[in-house]
């Protein structure tokens, strides 16, 4: 009798031993574990869960939903095809890598077979993110995950677009319907024919069009902004073309779904509300349906109502009949020229279509050009209809044929500019205007003449009273103007030296406006930086500019040798830098070459004596706010100099942090405080220069899409590395093998120590210079895990067209909506 007790005993743990097996803890599977019906996988810090749902009887699927929130929200679905018609079902990873879905009679309902060999130690994990994934021993990407696997809803960080190198297109297909998860009618896809762009298909017919993707959104998509919650994307290199987005507080809940109705929508949750947000969908009025008013022609809504219309130098057989400018309310018009183009051996001219959702692209092509470049290219050829340059000058869009599904929003939308021919009866009168303009100017000109004389004068004095001068600018502050020595140059000057601003001198543009070479009549050769008329740097920010740069003196700073301000010009004068700036160098695979480890080295070491000039013992304590490799220059002798100060701040000695409502610079290299609270200090740029850094050791942009495993983005790949003692393999292959090892690690060590999430955890720049010096890293403070650990980017320069975007707001419109 005394053995029984042993006996119940011994059942007892091999009872709890199978139910260990067939009970999933935690967030992971592991090789012979299954996930039976009743239980589930929930991430490592609770935001998502893995389990079984029922949406109708004997309807049973396997998915991935919110954890966190009241409204059981499904974002993936593993057997949408094939349901379980019981609850008999459970999860099994097997030896080979598989996840395995199947009944209880062994009918397999679902698997991600086949996967990649030599699988050792599989693991499956429910990331936090939102990601299953199955991974194994070693490093390298996972062997497969739901994210290349979406169904109708696009999470923080998954790509919808074209994987080049697998031939897989990622797309959205929305649900049959609110209650069945069976894939439905709709689909969003990323059709890469022409210019990429979005559509919306019932099956292969398209039914909207989201336009190619300018001033970093989807040109049919105006609310489309990225603003302090999250942040848009757009990508096209060799590796593929993909559109996505990221959150910038993790904790926030928020994804783009394709509803079963067709639309597409982004949606944030409201926890004081218990609901989701709208933020916007891809159809608000009849305008947004595709090519509603036909070729030529363009759709808006007047008091509620769309209307169609030719556009200008077109019209339509109704036109040609009544005269009438308009089309029939909501019609489709056939608009055809009203006179042919001159092209070749005539001249033609653009007006201007602005607040557009710009044509279809299916037949245009893309390029990086700026505005003057872009519009020669299209005058020079004569199948060329229409063209479009961003914003910022980065991109230039050019159209062949007619063009479709083109509408205007209020004071929304970009600009095109459509190619008609010269107007004749201008040419036509040249004689008549001959004869007449002696005795016009005889008549008239001649006392208007006289009138305007008397006028000028006195606008001119008021002008100059009212027209700040860089004077007054010193005069602020005298006991300093003495210091330094700033040119006041006329405008016709620098049109001069710069052949009348020609595109064949055009260096770059930036957000600001673009920079020329240009030639002194003293022969020196300077650079030349003319803010557009249409720039959001105003009078203010000129001002500032000036006043930092002519104020600060230093080897690795850039000088400031000049300025012009005469009516609307605003321009700046720098010494020229023969090697231009440091990302054409450390992004391109041939020309980073040219800068191996010494040249690297030295490069580092200047940025950071720059930065300390700045931070520590220039006369003004200034935060850069906008550090990266674009910004830096480099001198025939390979010397780094800092540029860009258009948004530098001044602070007191005693200031810590600053606020700011209006988040300006550049995503990536941004740190979170400033990125979702406006918070900047001198830790801000540390934050910037241990990107940079890391941008310099490995040749990858922080914003890349290489292949960071769990990490996303280049800090965490970083750190995960380093962790691990395999920092070397950071290493830029373009630098060959001669890299000095010891050196390259405690540059990483001194990179990730910047780019903490707290800004009390990185250093002074004046304690980064004394560790870059140091012989050994052991009193060096260890690096915890770095901000935006889980953010995935993507790259914007590689060896094709790449373009990628992300801009910053401080604002955003979320309208209430009710979601399944």
């Known amino acids: 009798m005394r053995t029984l007790p042993a006996a119940v005993l011994c059942v007892a743990t091999f009872l709890s031993a199978i139910a260990l097996v067939s009970a999933a803890e935690g967030d992971s599977l592991s090789v012979g574990q299954s996930m039976k019906h009743n239980a589930s996988l929930v991430s490592g810090q609770g935001s998502f869960r893995l389990g079984f749902f029922t949406s109708r009887p004997n309807h049973t699927y396997l998915g991935i939903w919110y954890n966190r929130i009241p409204v059981r929200t499904v974002v993936w679905v593993a057997n949408r095809l094939r349901p379980l018609p019981d609850s008999t079902g459970s999860l099994l990873l097997r030896q080979n890598g598989s996840l395995v879905l199947a009944d209880a009679a062994g009918t397999v309902y679902w698997s991600t077979d086949p996967v990649p060999a030599n699988l050792s130690n599989p693991v499956a994990r429910l990331l936090e993110e939102g990601n299953l994934v199955v991974s194994g021993d070693g490093p390298g990407s996972y062997a497969w995950q739901s994210f290349t696997q979406p169904t109708d809803t696009l999470l923080p960080g998954m790509n919808i677009g074209l994987n080049r190198r697998t031939g897989e297109n990622y797309n959205l297909t929305s649900w049959k319907a609110n209650d069945d998860p069976s894939p439905g009618d709709f689909s969003w896809v990323l059709v890469v024919r022409g210019v990429p762009q979005p559509f919306v298909v019932n099956g292969t017919e398209p039914l909207w069009r989201g336009g190619p993707w300018v001033d970093e959104r989807f040109s049919g998509i105006p609310q489309m902004k990225s603003n302090s919650m999250f942040s848009y994307g757009f990508t096209s290199n060799s590796d593929g073309i993909y559109f996505r987005f990221y959150q910038w507080n993790t904790s926030m809940v928020t994804r783009i779904t394709v509803f079963p109705s067709g ?63 308009g089309v029939a309310t909501g019609a489709a018009a056939v608009c055809e020229r009203k006179k042919p183009l001159a092209c070749p051996g005539g001249k033609d001219e653009f007006v201007l279509v602005s607040g557009a959702k710009l044509p279809d ?62 107007d004749g009866r201008k040419n036509g009168k040249k004689v008549i205007i001959i004869i007449v303009i002696p005795i016009a100017f005889l008549v008239v000109m001649l006392p208007l003449a006289l009138c305007l004389y008397k006028r000028r004068r006195l606008t001119g004095k008021v002008s100059r009273e ?102 609307e010009e605003k321009i700046l004068v720098y010494e020229f830098m023969g090697n231009q700036s440091l990302d054409k160098f450390i992004f391109d695979a041939n020309r980073g070459k040219l800068l191996d480890w010494a040249k690297r080295i030295h490069i580092i070491e200047g940025i950071t004596q720059g930065l300390l000039y700045l931070h520590k013992y220039s006369r003004l304590r200034v935060v850069h706010r906008d550090l990266k490799a674009g910004n830096i220059l480099l001198d025939d002798e390979w010397n780094p100099k800092i540029s860009d100060f258009g948004l530098a701040r001044i602070f007191t000695w005693n200031d810590g942090q600053e606020n700011t409502k209006r988040i300006i610079g550049t995503y990536g290299y941004m740190p979170p405080e400033y990125a979702m609270k406006g918070l900047f200090s001198t830790k801000s740029d540390v934050f910037s220069f241990g990107v940079l850094l890391l941008e310099i050791l490995s040749g990858k942009k922080n914003t890349s899409i290489h292949d960071f495993g769990i990490s996303r983005n280049l800090p965490g790949h970083a750190w995960e590395l380093w962790r691990e003692g395999r920092q070397l393999e950071l290493v830029d292959p373009a630098m060959g093998n001669a890299v000095a090892e010891h050196e390259f690690s405690r540059c990483v060590h001194v990179a990730l120590l910047c780019v903490q999430e707290n800004p009390g955890d990185r250093p002074t720049m004046l304690e980064i210079v004394s560790m870059l010096n140091s012989d050994t890293t052991a009193s060096f403070p260890t690096p915890g895990q770095p901000a935006f650990f889980l953010m995935r980017r993507t790259n914007e320069e590689g060896n094709e067209q790449e373009m990628e975007h992300f801009a910053s707001s401080n604002s955003v419109t979320l309208t209430r909506v009710e979601g399944r």
């Open 361 to 422: 692209t299916s037949q245009a092509t893309a390029s990086k050009m700026g505005f003057d470049e872009c519009r020669a290219v299209c005058l020079g050829n004569c199948s060329c209809t229409a063209f479009s340059s961003g914003a910022d000058g980065s991109g230039c869009i050019t159209w062949f044929g007619n063009l479709t599904d083109l509408r205007l929003y209020s004071g929304m939308g970009q600009d095109l500019y459509l190619r008609i021919a010269s």
């Open 466 to 567: 009212m027209q700040p001068s860089v004077e007054s600018w010193h005069s602020e502050d005298a006991d300093q103007a003495s210091d330094f020595d700033l040119q006041l140059i006329h405008f016709n000057t620098l049109e001069i030296a710069t052949n009348y601003f020609s595109v064949q001198n055009k260096l770059g543009e930036g957000g600001y406006g673009p920079v020329y070479k240009g030639k002194l009549t003293n022969g020196q050769y300077v650079a030349i930086k003319r803010l557009s008329k249409d720039s959001t740097q105003g009078v203010e920010q000129f001002k500032s500019e000036v006043k930092l740069v002519a104020k600060l003196q230093h080897t690795n700073l850039v000088r400031l040798l000049g300025c012009c301000m005469e009516n």
């Open 263 to 325: 639309v597409a929508t982004h949606l944030v949750w409201d926890d004081g509300r218990g609901s989701w947000e709208w933020a916007w969908d891809s159809s608000n009025d009849t305008c947004d349906r595709l090519d509603v008013c036909g070729p030529n022609a363009v759709c808006e809504v007047k008091t509620s109502v769309p209307v169609c219309s030719c556009l200008q130098g077109f019209q339509s057989a109704q036109q040609q009949q009544s005269g009438r400018a």
